[in-house]
């Protein structure tokens, strides 16, 4: 994981549903369909928009 990404989490994490969703996008920049797959399992149920992000990720992409 980046050490901007560690930070996103640090600050961003769990805060509201906007700051989730920024920080889905700031990993999925940084790290890609990989690091939105961590994070989504890290999130499991607390933050289900992370699986619905994965998945629109993966079907934009193709994957």
Same mark, same amino acid.
């Given at each position: 994981m980046?050490?901007?990404t560690?930070?996103?989490?640090? =600050?961003? #994490?769990?805060?509201t549903n906007?700051? &989730?969703?920024l920080l889905?996008?700031i990993v999925?920049?940084?790290?890609? =369909?990989? #690091?939105?797959?961590?994070?989504s399992? &890290?999130?499991?149920?607390?933050?289900?928009?992370?699986?619905l992000?994965? =998945?629109?990720?993966?079907?934009t992409?193709?994957d």
């Amino acid at each position: 994981m980046h050490n901007f990404t560690t930070h996103a989490v640090e =600050i961003l #994490g769990g805060k509201t549903n906007r700051a &989730d969703v920024l920080l889905m996008e700031i990993v999925n920049w940084l790290e890609g =369909i990989e #690091g939105i797959a961590r994070l989504s399992r &890290d999130w499991k149920s607390t933050q289900p928009r992370g699986y619905l992000f994965w =998945i629109q990720c993966l079907v934009t992409k193709n994957d």
